[in-house]
């Protein structure tokens, strides 16, 4: 199923959850003028058809004692599925590398990155990161200050 053919209680309620997950399925239903039943119902089908991935509590990282994030452009060593995929599969585990995207251009990947502190930084670097074998080059860029973090995907 595609967003195109999802009926317009449907993309409410996706608007509604990406705004505030918390709300109650009574609280739902009322918003998208339907009984808690069928909006509990429509809920769960938007889950199974992919278009809800998880509801998440979004953290404050300064106040969770990690005030350095980084954006870290990355190139492989060499372009190959084998390296693509162990990079892919070593960085799951790395508690610090907050989002990864695969990108074109310039670089492979793009990190983010959060840690405490530079001290911290450069530490993760020189033991997390800079141990992966397919990391050929990376190139970082210190954020100074968030702008815009909606945490949510444009909808129609």
Known sequence: ??????DNTDRKI??????DST???KELAARVNLSASPAFD?????EREGFI????AILDAKKTGNGITVLCNMRLKQHSQVLMDNF???????EEITECYNTSGEYDFTLKIQTRDMDSYQEFMR????NIDSVGY????????EVKNTHGVPLK
């Open 1 to 6: 199923m595609t967003y195109d053919e999802l």
């Open 14 to 19: 996706l608007r509604i959850l990406q705004d």
């Open 23 to 25: 709300l109650t399925v």
């Open 42 to 46: 429509r809920q769960k089908r938007l």
């Open 53 to 56: 991935k998880g509801y998440h």
């Open 88 to 94: 892919m599969e070593a960085i799951q585990g790395i």
């Open 127 to 130: 033991t997390k990161l800079g």
């Open 138 to 145: 990376f190139h970082s860029v210190f954020v100074m200050k």
